[in-house]
């Protein structure tokens, strides 16, 4: 049965960082796509960024990148988001998903299976 965990979300002003932490378990970790995707209230789920977990291959929306990194530990299935300069845009519910038959694209929430219950991030000024 596959679990996808997320942990580490709160609250912090804006400047500040936060990590976010994705505990994988029933399905092959490497060779997946693993994402991040935020959903603030009243808007769509959208895209954060994503990591090919063999090689470790990153890509990130443009409106988090420089700021947020992605990485993986295939020895612990997890998949971490390092959160930096955040801002009050940056307040949503924050999920954790795997397109494990890498079937796609990288970005699109319809191209993953999988998907974590989330964890909230609030960013005040």
């Known amino acids: 049965q596959v679990h996808l965990v997320e942990s580490g979300g709160g609250s912090v002003q804006t400047g500040g960082s936060l990590r976010l932490s994705c505990a994988a378990s029933?399905?092959?970790?490497?060779?997946?796509?693993m994402g991040w995707f935020r959903q603030a209230p009243g808007k769509e789920r959208e895209y954060v960024g994503s990591?090919?977990?063999?090689?470790?291959?990153?890509f990130y929306a443009d409106s988090v990148k420089g700021r947020f990194t992605i990485s993986r530990d295939s020895a612990k299935n997890t998949v971490d988001l390092q959160m930096s300069s955040l801002k009050t845009d940056d307040t949503a519910i924050y999920y954790c998903a795997a397109n494990v038959d890498r079937r796609g694209t990288s970005y699109m929430p319809a191209d993953f299976e999988y998907w974590g219950q989330g964890t909230q991030v609030t960013v005040s000024s």
């Open positions: 029933g399905f092959r970790f490497s060779g997946t796509i």
């Open positions: 990591i090919y977990t063999t090689i470790g291959t990153t």
